[in-house]
């Protein structure tokens, strides 16, 4: 086994690769120097995130949300004017079932005691919610909708 360092893993990338910039960022943020791996592919596995197909892009038209699971975790889909958001589907507040709320363009307002929510950012817009809910990377492959709960 060995242990990663991000310099090693730095030097030895392309920098003319247009993802450089990224995985640098990405390798950083992840801390590398705190991994271990015993190859190239078990390191790329634990730095890159890992995407699930949790639907259909027809099944989301725009203007709708879309209740999946994921790796046991249930996540609200979004399609705000064609662009794909998604969130937990549990209210910061008191756990609430957002799929069961109301949304209303870019927000959704919890069918519990109202706290309303930006589905794009997952920041709360009004009491009784103060914490913001966990949001995921989207993205889309043809015609799948792809997330990352990681
Ligand atoms: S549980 Fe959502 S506002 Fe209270």
Redo the contacts with the bound molecule.
Sequence with gaps: MRMASTAGLVKKMNKESPLYEDMVDILERKKVDQLTFHTHEEIWKQIMPEFYKVAKVSEVPPGTKHLVEVDFVPVLLFNIDGEFYAMEDI?T????PLAEGFLNGDEIE?P????RFCVKTGEPLCM??VEPIECYTVKIEDDDILISVD
């Design positions: 209210c507040h008191d756990g609430g919890c519990r005691h109202g706290a009784p919610a």
